[in-house]
Nanobody, 129 residues
Framework: VQLQASGGGLVQAGGSLRLSCQAS??????????IAWFRQVPEKGREGLAC????????EYADSVKGRFTISKDNGSNTVYLQMNSLKPEDTAEYFC?????????????????????WGEGTLVTVSS
């Protein structure tokens, strides 16, 4: 699977953005991958933020974004979204999506940044105070 993130930009604190992760899956649906969003700031490691299972029925969130960010997916367009509300300056980072291959329609979710099958190019989010 190949991933491409988009939707980043400049937003004021308290505002919202929606990121998209477009998956190229060689004709397969997203039923075969769990997809997660990560972010990274310079000189820090990647932080796992949110994940949606291949089944689409299980999600997991980091405490830092729980209640503010929502992950969802559209199997028809092979796209995973990250709706980000109530943005804070500390949310400023480069955001990436990542995929782990699973059994079809698995409920597996992940937020760790190792053992990843595919990383997408990042999209920059800047939140001004």
């Amino acid at each position: 699977v190949q991933l491409q993130a988009s939707g980043g930009g400049l937003v004021q604190a308290g505002g919202s953005l929606r990121l998209s992760c477009q998956a190229s899956t060689a004709g397969l649906s997203l039923d075969y991958w769990a997809i997660a969003w990560f972010r990274q700031v310079p000189e820090k490691g990647r932080e796992g933020l949110a994940c949606i299972s291949a089944s689409g029925t299980v999600t997991e969130y980091a405490d830092s974004v729980k209640g503010r960010f929502t992950i969802s997916k559209d199997n028809g367009s092979n796209t995973v979204y990250l709706q980000m509300n109530s943005l804070k300056p500390e949310d400023t980072a480069e955001y990436f999506c990542a995929a782990v291959t699973t059994s079809p329609r698995s409920n597996y979710v992940f937020l760790r940044d190792y053992g990843i099958d595919s990383w997408g190019e990042g999209t920059l989010v800047t939140v001004s105070s």
